[in-house]
């Protein structure tokens, strides 16, 4: 049953209506405190008896320029614009002097035009009089707030209202329990013409969704959220830009995916998050195909808890794999991921391992006691600039020679299938970090050459919304800091996808591949990475000119654009339209293998960073090496 607004929320309803023609009010009523502290002055002076009688037949004139002196002294002041909720010691510093200053001209005009009828007394006390009733009547009215804000929020933070646009099923279960967690919602919008004018658990469809722009419905919102979990990529993006043109923060209930894997529920609303603004149609999958590839086999992930890592772990569990191994470095990475998949599949069989994808000797180990059928390859270090220099051997290291010791380690195990998280990055790379996928990619390239039984591929694509290292995390600390939003480049774009849509298109290329294939995603339009700062900037209920954005100038190892291989020339399409192979032109021998392995193996600690880089570029003949 819907928890209908209580009689606090329309309480608050009504003190944010009133808020927002506050000035005229605010001296409307200290007008009528003034004029009732007047006639209570004269009834302190004169008795109950006289206090109508003995005033002089003037008085009332006297009353009205009295309350005129006092309201153009407080313009003058500024007391309409105080916020009588947050009233404090300033606000009654300032009522103080403006009632003294009121008082003092009020007795000298009346003294001037000699009206001796007014009591000197009446003229002496009726500024600490009013001083007293402007005080009561904030101290009431914050009183009368703060109990109506405990009453809604079960604590003193401050009351959220909010518009909600959609009044289909998840606004209804929205309603349901959001009253219960301290928001009032003040209206629902919808495009549904037979919804128009209906009430849902009390709460009024104002209009349609476009009217969230209009100034009396949002004007006493604090937040606005969007309630289209059903809705299409599209609708759901630009009710999402409609949203943020208020300048209110904008909130949404969860996507229908994250509703159907389990992972929220519709009555918790989250932020937007720029996945919502770029994301595109759900990937159509052969689950058949897919579910065959895992049901009931071990598989294992290396790097299990990093951003793709954890969210190829959460989609291979939906198969229903006999055992799911978790191979990570992190420690406290490997707990999270075990902590989420037990929550959401907590039959699953979990081994969780602490390992290092450049000990060749425990991954042997690993595979022979473990026997996994399947192995997704995305231990890796991915950060660009900080890849570059100093820790360029650690790129190298982990990313090259760790997918050398995995791949081995899984063909003398007798693996199924082998498949490398790679990226856009080793595409024609401009630094160390793509320079050593690319290299792993030939890594693999080269053991599908060798007769192993074990189907060895890789799969490419670009940046992934959301994880560690990208832009998103980092935007959103600035923005929480107050600015400024610092991008590289006014020019530069990124291809983007969410975690979700990479890790359901990894495993669909993993039941398509062929030994030695490179697939490529199919990654949309380029973002440009200003504009998704700009959209971040607006959806937090700012301006851009109160956050402000910053170019810094491109890091080193840093393209204006990533390039992904993924046009007719260079690849050649496969059997699911947003996958293709990519043609790679670079071959590599046993001899190359070698000479890369014992490079690898050297460690080499000295040697400065340019002439490794000059190094790799021998095994690497794409790299552009600065």
């Known amino acids: 049953m819907t928890d209908r607004p209580s009689i606090w929320h329309r309480v608050d309803r009504a003190l944010a209506r009133v808020r927002m023609h506050r000035r005229p009010l605010s001296l409307l009523i200290d007008g009528l405190v003034i004029a009732l502290c007047w006639n209570a002055t004269y009834l302190f002076r004169l008795g109950f008896e006289r206090w109508l009688h003995a005033r002089p037949s003037y008085d009332v004139w006297v009353m009205l320029g009295v309350v005129a002196v006092y309201l153009g002294v407080f313009v003058l002041a500024g007391v309409p614009r105080g916020m009588w909720r947050f009233s404090g010691f300033g606000e009654v510093k300032r009522l103080t002097l403006a009632c003294l200053a009121s008082g003092l001209l009020c007795a000298v005009a009346v003294l001037m035009a000699q009206l001796t009828k007014v009591p000197r007394a009446v003229l002496a006390l009726h500024p600490f009089v009013t001083l007293i009733g ?14 109506a804000r405990s009453q809604i929020t079960g604590s003193d933070t401050e009351v959220r209202r909010a518009i909600v646009m959609g009044a289909g099923e998840a606004a209804k279960l929205l309603l349901a329990s959001i009253h219960q967690q301290g928001w009032i919602v003040l209206g629902l919008l919808d495009d549904d013409p037979a919804k128009r004018g ?12 476009a009217d969230v722009a209009r100034a009396e419905i949002r004007t006493e919102a604090t937040h606005v959220i969007v309630a289209l979990p059903g809705a299409t990529v599209a609708q759901r993006r630009k009710a999402i830009d409609l949203a943020a043109a208020t300048e209110l923060p904008v909130l949404t209930v969860p996507s229908a995916s994250e509703l159907q894997d389990g992972s929220a529920r519709v009555e918790r609303v989250r932020s937007v998050e720029p996945e919502d603004l770029l994301g595109r149609e759900p990937v159509q999958l052969d689950e058949a195909g897919i579910a065959e590839l895992i049901s009931g086999k071990t598989v294992l992930v290396t790097g299990a808890g990093g951003s793709i890592g954890s969210e190829l772990c959460r989609q291979v569990a939906r198969y229903g794999p006999a055992r799911l191994v978790l191979y990570e470095m992190s420690e406290f990475a490997l707990y999270q991921i075990e902590q989420q998949l037990g929550d959401l599949h907590p039959h699953l069989p979990l081994v969780r391992l602490m ?18 059928h399947l192995i997704f390859h995305a231990a890796a270090f991915k950060h660009v600039p900080l890849m570059e220099d100093e820790n360029a051997w650690a790129a190298l290291q982990n990313n090259t020679l760790g997918t050398w010791n995995a791949a081995t380690a899984a063909a003398e195990a007798g693996v199924e299938r082998f498949v490398l998280i790679s990226t856009d990055k080793a595409v024609n790379p401009t630094n160390v970090m793509g320079a050593s996928k690319r290299a792993a990619e030939m890594v693999l390239s080269h053991l599908a050459t060798l007769g192993h039984k074990t189907v060895f591929s890789a799969v490419r694509f670009g940046n992934v919304l959301g994880s560690s290292g ?23 774009t990124r291809y983007f996808m969410t975690t979700a849509e990479a890790a359901r298109l990894v495993l669909q290329a993993v039941a398509l591949a062929e030994t030695g294939q490179v697939y490529v995603l199919d990654m949309g339009e380029p973002v440009r990475i ?19 954005i910053v170019f810094s100038g491109l890091r080193p190892g840093e393209k204006l654009y990533e390039e992904l291989l993924a046009d007719a020339d260079t690849s050649l399409p496969s059997a699911h339209p947003r996958l293709r192979i990519a043609q790679l032109q670079v071959q590599v ?6 000479r890369l392995l014992t490079w690898l193996s050297n460690v080499d600690v000295g040697m400065p960073a340019k002439e490794r880089r000059k190094e790799l570029q021998g095994f690497v003949s794409e790299y552009l090496a600065s």
């Open 355 to 372: 390992g290092d994808v450049k000990n060749l000797e425990h991954l042997r180990a690993t595979f022979a006691a473990q026997r996994p």
């Open 530 to 548: 200003v504009d998704l700062a700009r959209n971040l900037i607006r959806l937090s209920g700012h301006r851009e000119r109160e956050i402000g």
């Open 134 to 147: 402007l005080c009561m009547v904030r101290v009431a009215y914050r009183m009368l707030y703060e109990h």
């Open 198 to 209: 209906a009430r849902i658990g009390g709460v009024p469809v104002l209009g349609r969704l």
């Open 589 to 594: 021998d046993d001899v190359w293998a070698r």
């Open 470 to 492: 990208s832009v998103i995390p980092k935007f959103k600390e600035q923005i929480a800091k107050g600015g400024p939003v610092t991008v590289t480049h006014p020019h530069i």
